[in-house]
């Protein structure tokens, strides 16, 4: 099994897995890479091609490359694609009704090299949680890395921990956490370090528990369009995802009662109230179910004999509810306290990104890129309406001198030449003072706020259940400890 370039990148690109081409801060293309030579009549002569605003990137230039590299764009011919249409172009003669007719007896595209373009970039990056959060295909709101590092942490994920997540949507949380959790593939074929005998004759270790993420989804083309995007990366043996109503469902999985087991959970769910009746260690006592009735009128109660905990009874579990608005916290809380949950906490989490730039201002920066070339001091002002009205008053002259017929053409020739040389000149020597100049230290240093917050406002309910807490477990304790 190919690792997953989200848990293992390896120091250079591949063909067949993930990489993302980052054009510019919070702008990445995911692409998966392929080298097959062109097929068809519609595939470009260089094989597969990313084409950006950037420029055009065959995946030939993408592939073996190490993560980070500067890749120059190329020259592709996005309008007759592949070889033969090209070939016939050059050959002139064809129209586009010509190739397209002869499209039928086409024996594959002609493969031709990449060559590169004068101008065009963008940086190869290995995907990441981050990175694909900002890039994945939108299909509902997605929770954002601050939220998500935030949460993770609160919940105390760790590597071979089992996490509940509800509703999965687009996959942004499902990636973190899979990382999150991740301390190696459940059929790796060398043997875990900790089931390795520490000496030659003490038995082996039992294999550790491996990370796993169980995600619920109730809108099905999501959860089909998650599972092949799990599948895509590499991540199937540590994400499983399951289509289902959790509300109504629960989060068990009866074709294997040993799962999920989990020691964490993450609802990002409506109404998550709802389906926290699932998330218990023992069947609702009456009165228990009672009051959960009256908070939410439509629960029912698995009887006790085929009642089965999606939790792990060894461990403490830790939940996080995600919900905009302070009515469904309350609800939320509400159940909670009546399932004997605990340490309940809320948080909501501001977040908003700085951005720390130089700006110029100045006549002197005229025709300069990323600067702002208006008068910074009053003197400029006065010296450029001086300027401007210089040159009205010029050009008012020379209709006059036209209509009285009395003007000397010669003379208007080069006082006209004069004007536009001088506009000329002055951005010549602008420039020529730039290249002396140490732009990027110059101007006022400025630091703004993102006006917008990019994270999706929400509440975080915290809360934490207790272990499982048996009669024998008191009695062994009580043996143990007095
Ligand atoms: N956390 C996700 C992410 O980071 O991409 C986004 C979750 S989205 C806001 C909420 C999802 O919950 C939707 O896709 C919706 O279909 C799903 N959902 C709503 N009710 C559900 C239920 N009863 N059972 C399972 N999923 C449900």
Known sequence: MAPSPFLDPGPTS?????????????????TVLDNAPPTSETDYAEGKVANTRFGSFP??????????SQILASNVDTGSRGGRGKKRKREGGDTPKDVEGD??????????????????????????????????????????????????????????????????????????????????YPDAEAAPVESLPANGTSPPKKPARRGKVYSFEFHEPRAVQLTSEIAEHGLSSV????????????????ESPSEPAADCIFLDLPAPWLALKHLTRTA???????????????????PAATFTSPLNPKSTTRICTFSP????????????????????????????????????????EEGLRGA??????????????????????????????EEDDSKDKSKEGSSKGKRKMTKQQRLESIQAAAESRNLFKEGRLLHRTEPELKT???????????????????????????
């Open 14 to 30: 591949s063909a067949n897995s993930l990489a993302l081409l980052h054009l510019k801060r919070d702008m990445l293309i995911p």
């Open 59 to 68: 995946h030939s230039t993408l592939i073996d490359q190490p993560w980070g």
């Open 103 to 184: 499209g039928e007896d086409f024996k594959g595209g002609k493969s031709q090299a990449a060559e590169a373009a004068k101008s065009g970039f963008i940086h190869l990056v290995p995907p990441t949680p981050e990175a694909w959060t900002i890039s994945l295909p939108h299909r509902t709101q997605v929770v954002y890395t601050p939220d998500y590092s935030y949460i993770l942490q609160k919940l105390r994920a760790r590597p071979g921990d089992h996490i509940i997540e509800a509703g999965a949507g687009s996959g942004s949380f499902t990636h973190a956490a899979a990382r999150a959790v991740f301390n190696g």
């Open 239 to 254: 994400v499983r995802v399951t289509n289902r109503d959790v509300y109504n469902e629960g989060f068990c999985l009866p």
């Open 284 to 302: 609702l006592s009456t009165p228990t179910l009672n009051s959960l009735k009256s908070s939410t009128p439509h629960t029912t109660s698995t």
């Open 325 to 364: 608005c302070i009515e469904q916290v309350q609800r939320t809380i509400t159940a909670m306290r009546q399932l004997g949950w605990v340490e309940i906490t809320m948080s909501e989490l501001q977040h908003h990104r700085i951005d720390v730039r130089r700006e110029r201002v100045g006549l002197a």
């Open 372 to 401: 702002n070339a208006s008068a910074a001091t009053v003197e400029e002002a006065v010296k450029k309406l001086r300027e401007v009205e210089g040159r009205f008053k010029a050009f008012h002259n020379s209709q006059k001198d």
């Open 456 to 482: 999706h406002t929400s509440y975080l309910v915290f809360a934490v259940l207790p272990r499982q807490w048996t009669k024998g477990d008191e009695e062994r304790c009580r043996k143990k400890w007095g």
